[in-house]
């Protein structure tokens, strides 16, 4: 059982360091930021990523094309027979930098937030939105398969067809829709946060353009009913603790410092498998499923429990409602 | 995006397909009403409109009972004509589309 279906994914922000400084940033990546993980010690967890049964490597960030080693990093997650895919703000990407990924990239996702005026204003930066539509030329003479992602917020699910438009007219196969997290940067952000009736709102609009779209272009919300939510997070406490790591725990995210921890950057520490620095991943592994995951299933019991209750929201960011649960369990407030 | 701003969802229940649009603007051509303005939102998907109707004071009850009937109503706005008397009226309508850009 796990939140990214039949495939195991483990998302890797290798860095912190960025171009640009968005205002809705969950892990204040900016210029400043220093945090970056060793090849050697990516190399080893693709390795020990794929031995663990996961199938899929997600690299974020920060802007992952400042992060130096990227051709070396994905070269050894193809090696190892990982599935390839890159979140970009777009902004960086030219035929210099892609021409060393040939081959190595399976899907490249790049941000866009809505029409010119509101994607500047979520990346602070005039002029981020004709950055990044200008080099989607190169994106797709590169040959690699991209898609586009797109922030929902309590202001924007009225742009989803136009996205849905631009994605499918850039030649885009893919359009996620991910709803903007009070987390990072994004703290100032709260009131912006979509709730149950944009969320909703979303829901149906997706299934809409879905329809309207068919095979021309995929939809991914990362949005859930919360029935759904609860039906699922009783059949993966029920699964138990048993199998390999990808079975039990998808996705798994490694932050810039070293640390893994489930499903969400920024997910409290108390429940992560800890840092590469200390360990490799199955060593971490091991010690996290007899420690740390019966606990979890405990904070995933209690949400779904809360899910079924009267006045329960209709739609839920899973990810975002099990990491406020798990930091209220841990004493962090909820 | 701050606190004040509008809900998406707002703008996205107010967007009018092709089809609604016409029958709205269709309103004003079954009672011999003349459209002497119109501009059409969303080229070339449209989802909204605005325009003027200019109307006698005897053709703006029917007017405005025919417009309040539709399954969706648009803003409305209503000015006199003609000083000291009104003349005619100018009845402006937005409907569907608030897009940013």
């Known amino acids: 059982m796990r939140f990214t279906g039949a495939r195991g994914v483990v998302q890797v922000h290798p860095t912190r360091r960025c171009n640009l400084t968005c205002v809705h940033c969950y892990s204040e990546s900016g210029p400043k930021a220093a945090d970056e993980l060793p090849l050697p010690v990516l190399g080893d967890l693709v390795a020990d990523a794929a031995a663990l049964g996961y199938e899929v490597l997600a690299v974020s960030g920060g802007e992952p094309f400042m992060y130096p ?42 941000s866009l937030d809505g029409p010119r005026p509101e994607h500047d204003r979520m990346r602070a930066r005039d002029g981020a ?58 703290r100032s952000l709260y009131h912006a946060v979509p709730d149950a009736t944009e969320g909703a709102y979303a829901l149906l609009e997706v299934a809409r353009l879905r329809l309207a779209f068919g095979e021309t272009l995929r939809f991914q919300l990362d949005l859930a009913p919360a029935a759904a939510l609860a039906a699922f997070l009783r059949e993966l406490t029920a699964a138990g603790d048993g199998g390999e790591l990808a079975g039990i725990l998808s996705p798994l995210v490694v932050e810039p410092d070293g640390w893994c921890v489930p499903w969400q950057y920024g997910f409290p520490r108390e429940f992560a498998l800890g840092s590469l620095f200390q360990d490799r991943l199955p060593q971490l592994a091991k010690s996290w499923a007899a420690g740390a995951l019966p606990a979890l299933h405990d904070v995933a019991r209690a949400v779904g429990r809360q899910l079924g209750e009267p006045g329960a929201p209709v739609v839920v960011n899973g990810y975002e409602r099990l990491a406020w649960a798990a930091l209220a369990s841990a004493g962090g407030g909820g | 995006m701050d606190e004040k701003s509008p809900r998406g969802s707002s703008f996205l229940t107010a967007q009018y397909t092709e089809a609604e649009l016409e029958l709205l603007i269709g309103v004003g051509e079954r009672l011999g009403i003349k459209l002497t303005d119109l501009f059409p939102f969303g080229v070339p998907a449209f989802d909204g409109a605005s325009g003027t109707w200019r109307v006698t004071p005897e053709q703006l009850p029917d007017l405005i009972r025919e417009l309040t009937q539709l399954e969706k109503i648009p803003n409305l706005k209503v000015f006199p004509k003609g000083l000291p008397a009104t003349e005619a009226f100018d009845v402006v309508f937005e409907a569907g589309s608030r897009r940013t850009s």
């Not at chain 1, 997650?77 to 990982?82: E, I």
């Not at chain 1, 004709?130 to 190169?138: C, E, F, N, P, V």
């Not at chain 1, 898609?147 to 850039?170: I, K, M, P, R």
């Open chain 1, 69 to 110: 080693h990227l051709p070396g990093f994905l070269r050894q997650a193809k090696a190892a027979g990982l599935t390839c895919l890159l979140t970009s703000n777009g902004t960086l990407v030219s035929p210099r930098r892609l021409e060393p990924l040939a081959g190595c990239l399976d899907l490249l996702v790049l």
């Open chain 1, 129 to 186: 939105y004709d950055a990044m539509a200008r080099r989607i030329g190169a994106v797709r003479q590169a040959g690699i398969p991209f898609g586009f992602l797109f922030t929902l917020t309590q202001h924007n699910v009225h742009q989803l067809a136009w996205a849905a438009e631009f994605a499918a007219a850039s030649g885009a196969s893919l359009l996620q829709v991910h709803p903007l997290e009070a987390s990072g940067r994004g």
